[in-house]
């Protein structure tokens, strides 16, 4: 509960709740605790957190859910993960292979596969590239103008896309050796 507040007071709050509704279709805020009787030790601030707690859902689109207890809150969590997913269309299952049937759905099933890319940017990339061959052509500057991504985002993509594979046995690549053992092939 006292992370919660001071994340409000030291700028977190927000910059989380920014960067996770950019990529991800659901949020949920999970707070733990009496939120009404730890702000009597702050009635200054009561109207702050009072004022925060909206901007999250009205501005942010965050879901707020409150818990009691741990207990409580592992039923909560274990409740949504049960819960069908509005852009899986079923449970929260990891690391298992979904039962897709149609082509898009494959599409975006492997989009949302690359780091930072959630379900809001997999649409997007499809509407922007028409086809996972485009996408995988595209050049870093062409990935980065898609609302979501960003340059930083675009080059980890890249890097994915370009580096060869390597056994367990080997050394880890990384993209600086990858374009050095490009640079000798060309040259």
């Not at 689109?61 to 509005?86: F, N």
């Not at 298992?96 to 997007?124: D, N």
């Not at 980065?144 to 056994?167: C, D, Q, W």
């Amino acid at each position: 509960m006292l992370d919660f507040i001071s994340s409000l007071f030291d700028g977190r709050l927000f910059d989380q709740a920014s960067r996770l509704t950019r990529d991800y279709e659901e949020v949920y805020y999970l707070i733990e605790g009496d939120l009404f009787k730890e702000l009597k030790a702050w009635p200054s601030r009561r109207k702050q957190v009072i004022g925060a707690l909206v901007t999250l859902v009205s501005d942010y689109g965050v879901k707020l859910l409150w818990s009691p207890s741990r207990k409580d809150s592992a039923e909560l969590i274990a409740a949504l993960a049960m819960r069908p997913s509005t852009s899986r269309g079923g449970p929260v299952v990891i690391n298992k292979k979904p039962r897709l049937g149609s082509i898009r759905e494959w599409q975006l099933y492997i989009l949302q596969a690359f780091p930072g890319v959630g379900a809001k940017t997999a649409e997007r990339l499809l509407q922007r590239f028409g086809s996972l061959e485009a996408f995988f052509n595209a050049s870093v500057a062409e990935l980065a103008s898609v609302e979501g991504l960003g340059e930083a985002k675009a080059a980890k993509i890249k890097e994915l896309i370009k580096a060869p594979y390597t056994r367990r046995d080997e050394s880890k690549p990384t993209l600086e050796k990858f374009y050095k053992a490009d640079e000798g092939s060309q040259g």
